[in-house]
């Protein structure tokens, strides 16, 4: 029932995206200085010839200009994709925060600000416009970043190399993620343990939490 409930907040701001996106797809092509490049790599791929650009951004190319060969369906479907993702991006953190579902006009006050604040972005126009290939990339490393808040490694690692078969550059950042990782882990041990002096003598005590047990163990440095 919960899973429904998201869903039911969830697919009109997915409505809204789609609807952006189609504005964004059938503009006029002399928006945006790279329009007319990423034409030609599309014409390219529906040929069946990849130039230096990503293995998975050619197969992208090729595989939707196969479903509707189109300009404009194309880049709607880019836009789109570049959306969608930022949008479940913060939608998971929401919902995350939110885990019971009690604070649903909250959750639709967040997304609306979410919504207005990527609309009036210039980094999400450019995006979406110019350089796709990027975009995409970007898009995907914010997904990710979920399942390495959810310590999810597995899948997280999965979606950063998928990043870099649209945009190579994703890759550089893996090393700054895994440095964020052991940030973490470290931060979640520091607290759980928990320093006061609680007897009084002037020295501070140690109180560790088990998880697990869900009990607290109190190390006074009195007993030293």
């Known amino acids: 029932m919960i899973v429904k409930k998201k869903w039911f907040i969830v697919i009109p701001f997915l409505i809204v995206l789609?609807?952006?996106?189609?504005?964004?797809?059938?503009?006029?092509?002399?928006?945006?200085?790279?329009?007319?490049?990423?034409?030609?790599?599309?014409?390219?791929?529906?040929?069946?010839?990849?130039?230096?650009?990503?293995?998975?951004?050619?197969?992208?190319?090729?595989?939707?200009?196969?479903?509707?060969?189109?300009?404009?369906?194309?880049?709607?479907?880019?836009?789109?994709?570049?959306?969608?993702?930022?949008?479940?991006?913060?939608?998971?953190?929401?919902?995350?925060?939110?885990?019971?579902?009690?604070?649903?006009?909250?959750?639709?006050?967040?997304?609306?600000?979410?919504?207005?604040?990527?609309?009036?972005?210039?980094?999400f126009y450019t995006g979406v416009i110019n350089t796709l290939r990027h975009s995409m990339a970007l898009s995907l490393v914010y997904f990710s970043l979920f399942y390495l808040y959810k310590k999810r490694i597995l899948l997280f690692l999965s979606l950063i190399i998928l990043s870099a078969f649209f945009h190579q550059s994703t890759i550089i950042l893996l090393p700054f993620f895994i440095a964020l990782f052991f940030s973490m882990s470290l931060f979640a041990f520091a607290?759980?343990?928990?320093?006061?002096?609680?007897?009084?003598?002037?020295?501070?005590?140690?109180?560790?939490?088990?998880?697990?047990?869900?009990?607290?163990?109190y190390l006074l440095s009195s007993l030293d």
Not at 19 to 29: A, E
Not at 41 to 62: M, P, V
Not at 191 to 217: A, C, H, M, P, R
């Open 18 to 123: 789609s609807i952006s996106s189609l504005f964004v797809g059938f503009r006029d092509f002399s928006i945006g200085t790279d329009t007319y490049n990423y034409i030609n790599i599309y014409d390219n791929a529906q040929l069946s010839y990849r130039d230096r650009h990503e293995l998975g951004f050619y197969y992208f190319t090729k595989f939707f200009g196969s479903v509707y060969n189109n300009y404009n369906f194309y880049f709607f479907i880019v836009c789109l994709f570049v959306s969608i993702f930022m949008f479940l991006t913060f939608a998971k953190f929401i919902y995350e925060k939110d885990s019971n579902y009690e604070k649903k006009q909250n959750v639709i006050i967040s997304l609306l600000i979410f919504l207005m604040c990527l609309f009036l972005s210039d980094w």
């Open 191 to 217: 607290k759980d343990t928990i320093v006061k002096d609680l007897d009084g003598d002037g020295k501070f005590d140690k109180i560790s939490i088990n998880q697990e047990t869900k009990t607290i163990i």
